[in-house]
């Protein structure tokens, strides 16, 4: 079944240790988004990728980075987590950015920060 | 500023029929979903409208007024797995998502 992939579905790290969260979709979808999603509230979007092309949301901070090497696969990278970093992270696809084309998430990556 | 509000909270009885509200203040319209979103899982998608009225799915339907800025979703035959958060997001004119903060519905027995 086509899909997308999240790698590992729990992560735990220390605080201001480095940590990259990983993503696959065997979709062939052209856009891929990294959400934050805290408890009881609203997914936030941190960047998106429409094929190669970045775009970063204004109030990302600066300690959250992505990579997409390739159409496939999308990586998050957070630098220096702080505690305030924990959350879910969701990688979601779609095929295109406008109209009726739905969001595909994957299952997650719960980050806890010790 | 853009927004996106839906009640916080729902509780309703299996097997009955629950109506849930979002209403939208956005730049731009380019259509409405909503997702279903287990605890600790990823948001599903359920639907997408971008023209007014009912979109019927099973035993979910979803209705929209763009005049009014408003959707619902309608849950029929209420199942105890129906117990999730329903988001409602928005595509502005710059076709971002903007997201509800979600619907917790409980179902009781």
């Known amino acids: 079944d086509a899909m997308v992939i999240q790698n590992p579905r729990y992560q735990v790290t220390q605080f201001g240790k480095p940590v990259t969260l990983s993503c696959s979709q065997t979709?062939?979808?052209?856009?891929m988004y990294w959400y934050q999603q805290k408890s009881s509230q609203a997914p936030k979007l941190l960047f998106h990728?429409?094929?190669?092309?970045?775009?970063n949301e204004a109030d990302t901070p600066d300690n959250f980075q992505s990579r997409r090497p390739n159409t496939s696969f999308c990586f998050l990278d957070i630098r220096s987590p702080g505690l305030g970093d924990a959350a879910m992270y969701l990688c979601?696809?779609?095929?295109?950015?406008?109209?009726?084309?739905?969001?595909?998430f994957g299952d997650g990556t719960r980050l806890s920060i010790l | 500023g853009q927004n996106i509000d839906q009640p916080t909270e729902m509780t309703a009885t299996e097997g009955a029929i629950v109506q849930i509200n979002c209403t939208y203040q956005?730049?731009?319209?380019?259509?409405l979903f909503w997702y279903q979103q287990h605890a600790g899982e990823a948001p599903t998608f359920l639907s997408y409208?971008?023209l007014d009225g009912l979109e019927e799915k099973g035993r979910f339907s979803s209705f929209l007024s763009r005049s009014k800025g408003y959707s619902y979703l309608l849950l029929k035959e209420l199942q105890m797995k129906d117990s999730a958060s329903y988001l409602c997001?928005?595509?502005?004119?710059?076709?971002?998502?903007?997201w509800g903060a979600g619907t917790k519905l409980i179902i009781k027995p």
């Open positions: 979601a696809t779609s095929r295109e950015v406008e109209g009726n084309q739905p969001q595909h």
């Open positions: 979709l062939n979808h052209n856009v």
């Open positions: 990728y429409y094929d190669k092309d970045f775009n």
């Open positions: 956005t730049s731009g319209f380019n259509g």
């Open positions: 409208n971008v």
């Open positions: 997001a928005v595509l502005d004119s710059n076709y971002q998502l903007i």
